[in-house]
């Protein structure tokens, strides 16, 4: 295996094991941002989490190893923010956070849509606090997910964006519920609402042609 495809199988690793720890420490009644942000040690249940991962996914957990060369190391980057805090999270492209309930795979349905949410680095930590916590309380839509620090080359500038989803754009009630619950979280500049339909079509704004289709 060359370096290109070893980097890209510990990418693959690395996203695959933070789902896993996520969905493991949800199984065990918590959440790895409540841990995180409390500054709460929880190395022994990280490292029991870590045991199966690696008997399920063996070659990932090589790979991870390989990249990281210990589960401390990983460990230590998690405590300081990567996979929680969106400005210092650099192994991954994405935040994810499901609202209760929610099938993952709702959010990539064609009925589906998102408000887009843009913002600049140094905002997108609370920004996205804000969001993530009022998704897990199930105030807003199905999900919400935003960038992180990860260096992307398919974004058009600097700044992050937060996505907002609804499960379905012709109930506009409900996309204008989710869009009112923003104003009252704080977000009250005039902001788009994109269907995944313009999405897959790869459709995107650009200077005299807007895709949204909604905006308030």
């Known amino acids: 295996m060359d370096n290109s495809e070893l980097k890209v199988l510990s990418d693959v690793a690395y996203g695959m094991f933070e789902h896993y720890l996520n969905h493991s420490l949800r199984a065990q009644g918590t959440f790895l941002s409540v841990l995180v942000e409390h500054d709460d040690d929880f190395f022994p249940v990280f490292q029991a989490i870590v045991t199966?991962?690696?008997?399920?996914?063996?070659?990932?957990?090589?790979?991870?190893?390989?990249?990281?060369?210990?589960?401390?190391?990983?460990?230590?980057?998690?405590?300081?923010?990567?996979?929680?805090?969106?400005?210092?999270?650099?192994?991954?492209?994405?935040?994810?956070?499901?609202?209760?309930?929610?099938?993952?795979?709702?959010?990539?349905?064609?009925?589906?849509?998102?408000?887009?949410?843009?913002?600049?680095?140094?905002?997108?930590?609370?920004?996205?606090?804000?969001?993530?916590?009022?998704t897990r309380a199930g105030r807003l839509g199905i999900s919400a997910k935003v960038s992180t620090a990860k260096e992307n080359p398919d974004s058009r500038d600097d700044r992050k964006v937060i996505y907002v989803f609804t499960p379905d754009w012709e109930d506009e009630d409900d996309v204008m519920r989710v869009r009112k619950e923003l104003h009252n979280l704080g977000f009250v500049d005039r902001i788009g609402y994109k269907r995944n339909l313009e999405t897959y079509a790869g459709q995107y704004s650009e200077k005299g042609k807007k895709v949204t289709y909604y905006s308030a």
Request: charged share 30%; glycine share 6%; hydrophobic share 35%.
């Open 52 to 134: 199966e991962f690696s008997g399920e996914y063996p070659q990932l957990s090589e790979a991870l190893i390989e990249k990281f060369e210990s589960i401390s190391l990983i460990y230590d980057m998690i405590r300081e923010g990567e996979g929680v805090i969106p400005s210092k999270t650099t192994q991954m492209y994405w935040i994810i956070e499901d609202a209760p309930g929610t099938n993952p795979h709702d959010i990539e349905d064609e009925r589906a849509g998102k408000w887009l949410i843009f913002q600049p680095l140094t905002e997108i930590d609370l920004s996205w606090r804000k969001i993530r916590d009022a």
